[in-house]
């Protein structure tokens, strides 16, 4: 009987360096675990992220992809996250109509004190995304191998 | 195409436990572009950089890529590795093998995998870095402390000894702080005053420091050695440069029924008034919530009193702006509000008080002049109760998760003055746990316990009931005995909870300063640095990084000292070359860049330029780089595409996306 492989989804997370970024380094030295499918981008603000740069993911095969910043009020540069928060619910949506549900975008607001919460949202985006399956809406097939 | 090198370090088995580093080395090998690889035990190390020297220099690289550790640990040790060997600093990426992998993933395969595709990110980058140059700001040389209690005095204090101007910023109307409210302090019992006032004096005269009280922050901007902050100072209706602190508008004043904040709120004091005798500056305030003057128009007896004619009932705030290198927060603390224990019955009975209301209570220029007594009664207790933790250490909603790190001591230090001062008491004490870590302070609380006879009890109070008699009864539990204990108490004193003085909040969203979820601020690093805040530029010094007593305060403030110094040392700072830049062809002038941009460094320039072969005059967007502090906003917001960011460009992170979906 052939093995069906187990599914694992590609998930990029673009993490801010102050708070986010922070964040993953103290999951890391706390030893909070979650899976390896998650690969980190540090970016200086969450309001750096272009959508440019989330369709450019989901094109080249990425199953989710999750946006991670300091709580509102807290952005190193006082309030990046607000444009993040604006552009993202704008982006989402769009993504949503054209296929790529809701679930596999996500903003999170993770400080640098919160290893724990880094941890717990990227093992339930983790789970999301392994529900969803993999993404076919967005990808270019001539990325496919 | 770049000539890179890759370095994967062990981190001795931090990472080699879990990441195959070998077959990481061999893999990337096979990168486009990568022309040396290799791991070591410890990049960091001495030996590890000369081998990263080595290399650039042997290979002739032009860029590379260090697996490694997190960047916020190791990026500026492997910049500066690359710039002694010759190559500008810019042109080093690290992959974050250690924090974002090996130490969170448990399977050797797909660490190892995940790894390599962490490096390739980070090849893929540094193919597109550029030769970055880091521009040049100028320093102010003054410092600006936001809160005058012990930290705040100490720091400025130290810093002007090094020759430098510091201002203090003190919301109430003296500098001073908790400490100036204690009575005698631990472990060494010397009265609080007496330590206290000299250094309050010493700052006030100092020609290098300048006190702003009654005075708060109003908004911040700039950044390291360039802050531009403006101050409120709230109308005092009384001439600083006037008043010769007589007092006597004081006493005239016919408006005496105002809790004093300075006792707590145990007793009153009157609408024109200083905190307390030794306040400095020696100025009294008038409050406008209860003079009568300013609610009625009717009375203006300070006015008549005064001989100095210091009274100017029309005075209004006035806002100062002033330039700093550094600043440093040091807004101290407050206890916690009791509303949600309403077991201990402190809401209902007022021979139920807090510690810090005790401080009080037990000083000569208290609400009782000293007297240990009931503040129902005025009766003096024969059986005193103590209750440690209260709202520490709790693990539901009401209270604080942490430890207030004080209370034992003191509590310790109030039972013993007790016992002292008045034998026939008997003093019970419940506690969770002793922690009395520190130099003498296990000996204190052993005194209290073996000198003093102070009857320690393992266990904690349920319940606190007021009896019709005016006595209070305790039930609590006796762990160690195994059995439940109610007793009658005259008094019961809590040990309450500290946390951050509720205007912190404002203060670090106004430094970008983090502060954690229990809204102490957050240093830069817990070990490493610990009164330096992230944001370049900002300080701690005192509780309101964290609990603790007098001489850790007083330790960190000279601490906190020492980084401003520093820092005001230098004429020049190196500014962070990552900066935004408009492509002049691209752009087409519409200001939605300007709009966005926190920090006001976008401007407009008319510019001449040659569009493919057009000739024309532009008006295009123009990044000052010494403010743009790079976070991107602009670059995203811009419609044309013309923005973009030095050393987080578009084309480096949409490498980063590519490799990692590869
Ligand atoms: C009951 C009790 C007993 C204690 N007994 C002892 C003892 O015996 N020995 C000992 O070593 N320690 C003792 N301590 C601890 C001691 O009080 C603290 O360690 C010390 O006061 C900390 O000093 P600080 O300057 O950090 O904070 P604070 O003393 O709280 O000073 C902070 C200052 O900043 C001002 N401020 C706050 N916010 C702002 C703002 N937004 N703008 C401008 N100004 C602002 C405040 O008005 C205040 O003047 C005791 C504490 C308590 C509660
Ligand atoms: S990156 Fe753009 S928005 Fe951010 S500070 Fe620089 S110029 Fe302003
Ligand atoms: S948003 Fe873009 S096009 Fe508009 S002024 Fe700024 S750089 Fe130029
Ligand atoms: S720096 Fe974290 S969201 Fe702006």
Known sequence: MPVEKEFRPKIVAFCCNWCSYAGADLAGSSRLGYPADVKIIRVPCSCRVNPMFILRAFEKGADGVILCGCHPGDCHYSTGNYYARRRMTLLF???????????????????????????????????????????????????KN | MQRIGVFVCHCGSNIAATVDVKRVVETVKKEQGVVHAEDYPYMCSEAGQALIAAAIKEKNLGGIVVCSCSPRMHEATFRKAAERAGLNPYMVEIANIREHCSWIHKDMEEA?????????????????????????????????????????????????????????????????????????????????????????????????????????????????????????KKARFVDMNKCTGCGLCQEKCPSK???????????????????????????????????????????????????????????????ITEKYGAIVVATGFDTINLDQYGEYAYNESPDVITSLELERVMNAAGPTKGHLERLSDGKAPKEIVFIQCVGSRCDDHRGKPYCSKICCMYTAKHAMLIRDKYPDVNVTVFYIDVRTPGKNFDEFYRRAVEEYGVNYIKGQVGKVVPQPDGSLLVQGSDLLDGKQIKMRADMVVLATAIEPEA?????????????????????????????????????????????????????????????????????????????????????????????????GAIGYEDKEVNDHGIRETRRVAVVNSALCQGCGACTVACPSGAMDLKGFSNRQILAEVDAICR
Not at chain 1, 117 to 138: A, C, P, Q, Y
Not at chain 2, 211 to 219: A, F, I, K, N
Request: proline share 4%; with cysteine; hydrophobic share 40%.
């Open chain 1, 93 to 143: 949506s769009l993504l949503d109509y054209l296929g790529v549900e809701e679930g596999r975008t996500r903003v999170e607001w993770v400080s640098a004190a919160e290893g724990v919460k880094f941890s717990t949202v990227m093992n339930e985006f983790v789970d999301k995304i392994r529900s969803l399956g993999e993404n076919v809406r967005l990808g270019d097939l001539r990325c």
């Open chain 2, 112 to 232: 190892t995998e995940k790894a390599v595709i962490l490096a390739r990110a980070a090849i893929a980058k540094v193919h597109l870095n550029s030769h970055l140059q880091p521009g040049e700001s100028l320093v102010t040389k003054r410092a600006l402390v936001i809160g005058g209690g012990i930290a705040g005095i100490q720091t400025a204090l130290d810093i002007a000894e090094a020759g430098y101007e510091v201002d203090i910023v003190e919301k109430t109307p003296s500098i001073g702080g908790r400490m100036s409210q204690l009575d005698k302090t631990f472990p060494t019992l010397d009265c609080s005053a007496c330590i206290l006032t000299p250094k309050m004096v010493d700052a006030a005269a100092h020609e290098k420091i300048n006190l702003y009280t009654y005075s708060e922050v109003e908004s911040v901007s700039g950044f390291v050695g360039n802050f531009s902050v403006d101050i409120r």
């Open chain 2, 257 to 319: 029924k105002a809790k004093s904040e300075f006792n707590r709120g145990l007793n009153t004091r009157s609408a024109i008034y200083t905190p307390f005798a030794q306040a400095i500056p020696n100025v009294p305030v008038i409050d406008t919530e209860s003079c009568v003057k300013m609610k009625t128009g009717k009375c203006g007896l300070c006015e008549k009193v005064c001989q100095a004619g210091a009274i100017d009932y029309s005075q209004k705030d006035e806002i």
């Open chain 2, 503 to 599: 205007g912190v909040r404002k203060i670090a969203t106004m430094l970008t300063a983090s502060i954690d979820t229990n809204n102490f601020l957050t240093e830069a690093h817990p070990k490493l640095r610990p009164v330096e805040s992230p944001t370049a530029g900002v300080f701690l010094s005192g509780v309101c990084q964290g609990p603790k007593d007098i001489p850790e305060t007083v330790s960190q403030a000279g601490a906190a000292a020492v980084k401003v110094i520093g820092l005001l040392a230098k004429d020049k700072l190196l500014t962070n070359p990552c900066t935004a830049e408009s492509d002049t062809l691209l752009c087409n002038g519409c200001s939605v860049c300007q709009n966005v941009c926190p920090y």
